[in-house]
């Protein structure tokens, strides 16, 4: 079993940066590829950043490439990303989830351990 938990989530203005934290608990993360999800009211769940499990391999959807950078530090069991030029259309809960995968994965039914969301929002 994993626990996750993430934090740093807030109000932020268009242009702005925020960085959110996954702290896990349990078993080490080191063993899964760890992802990012954001929901918007209304929307279903998306993809939003993963890294595999030695971190050296990254995706990102489209929507954020280039703007937001996912990190991992296995020592510590944590997970980040780094979001800059933050977006109206940015504003979502986001969820860390880690999967049983080798590769970045990105449909969310492929993850098994989820935390419970941080609210991110971007309004002037």
């Not at 063993?31 to 999800?37: A, I, K, N, P």
């Not at 954001?38 to 030695?54: D, L, T």
């Not at 990303?81 to 109206?88: G, H, R, T, V």
């Not at 609210?119 to 002037?124: F, I, L, P």
Request: net charge positive; glycine share 12%; hydrophobic share 35%.
């Amino acid at each position: 079993q994993v626990q996750l938990v993430e934090s740093g989530g807030g109000l932020v203005q268009p242009g702005g940066s925020l960085t959110l934290s996954c702290a896990a608990s349990g078993r080490t993360v080191s063993r899964y590829t760890m992802g990012w999800f954001r929901q918007a009211p209304g929307k279903e769940r998306e993809f939003v950043a993963g890294i595999n499990m030695s971190g050296g391999s990254t995706d990102y959807a489209d929507s954020v490439k280039g703007r937001f950078t996912v990190s991992r530090d296995n020592a510590k069991n944590t997970l980040a990303l780094q979001m800059n030029s933050l977006k109206p259309e940015d504003t979502a809960a986001y969820y860390c989830a880690a999967a049983n995968t080798l590769v970045v994965v990105t449909t969310a039914t492929r993850y098994v351990y989820w935390g419970q969301g941080t609210q991110v929002t971007v309004s002037s």
